[in-house]
């Protein structure tokens, strides 16, 4: 089982560079998210989607995009990368009853200098 | 508003000991979900345990137990035998019931002594 496939896993950036982050996942979840990591803040929502062509902004969605045309796909887009962006990136997803477990990503490291 | 509340940036413990991590939430729901999860090295994020709000007994997973709080909206997480392999930064997190937003803790790193 893959379940929650992130690509790329790491990834250096220049100021100013765009890239995008691809989330795929194989359990047929209808929802997912993007989460940013740093250090001593925890996780912070950045965007998260309840379905197949809907995405909604989370706490800290400033210089992201995200579509989410394809159930099991869950983009995460950097427009012009700026240094404060430097952060690891986590996709989940979780299927759509209460309380069911949010099934993380392995991450992926953005270093934007 | 919903929060998670993790006093405790680190913690140490014997091999072979017993630890037990804290955490606290704030919530005017009455139901909901609260989870701990395991960032090792890898970064991997981990689900160790659950437990649902309106269940009176605490979840355990083998070494892994909760005390779970409701009226004190406390939430802690204990390991028993510690081992190694339990080293890791590890996560508190809330879900209120049909909602999507999970909010997480900052997070307390455990170190295993041997």
């Known amino acids: 089982n893959a379940g929650v496939t992130q690509t790329p896993k790491f990834r250096v950036l220049k100021t100013g560079q765009s890239m995008t982050l691809l989330c795929a996942q194989d359990?047929?979840?209808?929802?997912m998210y993007w989460y940013r990591q740093d250090p001593g803040m925890g996780l912070r929502l950045i965007h998260y989607?309840?379905?197949?062509?809907?995405?909604a902004k989370g706490e800290v969605p400033d210089g992201y995009n995200v579509s989410r045309l394809k159930k099991q796909n869950f983009l995460l887009g950097l427009e012009s990368a700026a240094p404060s962006q430097t952060s690891v990136y986590f996709c989940?997803?979780?299927?759509?009853?209460?309380?069911?477990?949010?099934?993380f990503g392995e991450g992926s490291w953005l270093t934007v200098v | 508003a919903q929060t998670v509340t993790q006093s405790q940036p680190e913690m140490s413990v014997q091999e072979a000991e017993t630890v037990t991590l804290s955490c606290t939430y704030d919530?005017?729901?009455?139901?909901?979900?609260l989870f701990w999860y395991k960032q090792p090295p890898s970064r991997q994020m981990i689900l160790v345990i659950r437990?649902?709000?309106?269940?009176?007994q605490n979840a355990t997973e083998n070494r892994f137990s909760v005390n779970f709080q409701k009226a004190a909206k406390s939430f802690s997480l204990k390991i028993s035998d510690s081992q190694l392999g339990d080293a890791a930064m590890y996560f508190c997190?809330?879900?209120?019931?049909?909602?999507?937003?999970?909010?997480f803790g900052t997070g307390t790193r455990l170190k295993v002594l041997a």
């Open positions: 997190a809330s879900l209120i019931s049909g909602t999507y937003k999970y909010i």
């Open positions: 437990q649902e709000a309106y269940k009176q």
């Open positions: 359990m047929n979840h209808e929802y």
């Open positions: 989607s309840v379905g197949e062509g809907t995405t």
């Open positions: 989940a997803s979780r299927v759509f009853s209460s309380g069911n477990t949010i099934y």
């Open positions: 919530t005017s729901e009455s139901d909901y979900y």
